[in-house]
């Protein structure tokens, strides 16, 4: 059974940082592509930052290009997200998914998901 299980989120300080893990289990890790994905209040979910395991290669929404980056151990079946310079529009639920192969870093891509934690960014 695929598990996907995030932690690291919370409330921080506009300018500030966090870093989310997202930790899989139950699948072949390096055989997928792990994105984060996020839904803010009253918005539709959109994607952030996803890698894609066969190759490592990683793509980035406008939005967070320059201040997030996502990164992944193999060792721990883990990825991360770490989000530096945060500002109020990044305030929502995080959520991680994964989806078999090689894919694009969108919601409908991925059939895997998390349950997501919250991350809010007070000015």
């Known amino acids: 059974e695929v598990q996907l299980v995030e932690s690291g989120g919370g409330l921080v300080q506009a300018g500030g940082s966090l870093r989310l893990s997202c930790a899989a289990s139950?699948?072949?890790?390096?055989?997928?592509?792990i994105g984060w994905f996020r839904q803010a209040p009253g918005k539709g979910r959109e994607g952030v930052s996803c890698?894609?395991?066969?190759?490592?290669?990683?793509e980035y929404a406008d939005s967070v290009k320059g201040r997030f980056t996502i990164s992944s151990d193999n060792a721990k079946n883990t990825v991360y997200l770490q989000m530096n310079s945060l500002t109020p529009e990044d305030t929502a639920v995080y959520y991680c998914?994964?989806?078999?192969?090689?894919?694009?870093?969108?919601?409908?891509?991925?059939?895997?998901w998390g349950q997501g934690t919250q991350v809010t960014v007070s000015s």
């Open positions: 998914a994964a989806e078999l192969g090689s894919t694009w870093c969108t919601v409908s891509a991925y059939n895997y």
């Open positions: 139950g699948f072949s890790f390096e055989h997928y592509a």
């Open positions: 890698i894609r395991r066969t190759d490592g290669s990683t």
